[in-house]
């Protein structure tokens, strides 16, 4: 009992280390495997070594976690070693189900694609049949795999496994000894069918470094609503609409306003302007917003000057001056015709 407390205290220790490490979730149909396997085997008591076993199966294997996964066996026995010399060319059938602990993730740490090498356990049960009498036994298996994984994507596996297929039931009770019972050695290759996310095993994400730069983030918001308050300079709003420019008139002063980067006079502008007497002097100031470039916002200032002064004087009135003063962010687009002094 205190070996058993000794390793989940050792686990625990392990998984909190690598805590900051998170292992996204996999479909259904992900980290699925499926392989070929042959090997040799000889009874347990040792009492007829040889001559070998030999057999051949096929693997079909599901990862759950990097640490935990499922292993579907089907092998067939081929000598008479053990099976009594039975006559057909199959002696005997296992099939069996296994769980499987991988021992260098458990212990090492996952990340992010399996080592070139792994250890991990199987241990399972299973059932045989053998062409003998009696022929149906409730067995189970042990052993280690010694997983080579090769490829640039570790897509292959060459798996090495000594195992013990043990028999439990050959003489009537339920037994767990060498009775009945076979080590193996076997040889597999295994292959790793892509993932959705489009590798062929497990990703993983570095969830320390995501919580440090959450952290950062909140920090420059924090710094930033901490700063005294900017001034900002009065900006004209701009109408809703363009299209139309609009006017209005304050005792001896006209302001025409005009469109977004236009000089061109709208109807109201032209009825605004129509109301400067015919005898009066005037003169005409106008300007733009600060879109822009300065260089674009003087000439676009001074083409609205010279399109109200062209407008009066087509009318009769003397413009005394027309002044283009480039960005006023008070007057905005606009045109001020006052009369002159």
Known sequence: MKKILLMLALFSAVVS??????????????????????????????????????????????????????EAEGIAFLNNNHFNSVKTAVKATNVSLSGVFNLS??????????????????????????????????TAKTGLDLAFNIGKKKAHSIVITPAVYWNLNKFGDIHFDKRGSQLAVN????????????????????????????????????ECE???????EKVVQVPATNEVAVASKNGETWVVQFANA??????EAKFILDKVGNDAIVDVTATATP??????????????????????ANRGVKVKSAVGKGVDAEKGKTAVVTTAQ
Do not use: C
């Open 105 to 138: 993730n458990i212990f090492g740490g996952y990340q992010g694609s399996p080592r070139v090498f792994e250890i991990k356990t199987v241990t399972g049960l299973g059932w045989m049949h053998a062409w003998n009498t009696p022929n149906n036994f409730l």
């Open 187 to 222: 040889v597999s290759y295994i292959y790793h069918f892509k993932t959705s996310n489009g590798t062929h095993h497990f990703k993983t994400y570095d969830v320390g470094a995501m919580i440090n730069e959450i952290n950062r983030l909140n920090g420059a918001l924090q």
């Open 17 to 70: 280390a690598n805590a900051q490490i998170a292992t996204e979730n996999s479909n259904a149909l992900d980290n699925i495997g499926i392989g070929v396997t042959a090997g040799v085997s000889t009874p347990l008591d040792f009492n007829s070594v040889f001559p070998l076993n030999t057999n051949v199966g096929i693997k079909l294997t599901k990862d759950f976690t990097p640490a935990f996964g499922l």
């Open 226 to 232: 901490s700063r005294e308050p900017q001034v900002v």
């Open 262 to 267: 236009s000089a061109k006079l709208s109807q």
């Open 291 to 312: 879109t822009g470039s300065k260089e674009f916002n003087q000439k676009l200032s001074e083409k609205r000057a010279k399109a109200v002064a062209d407008y009066l």
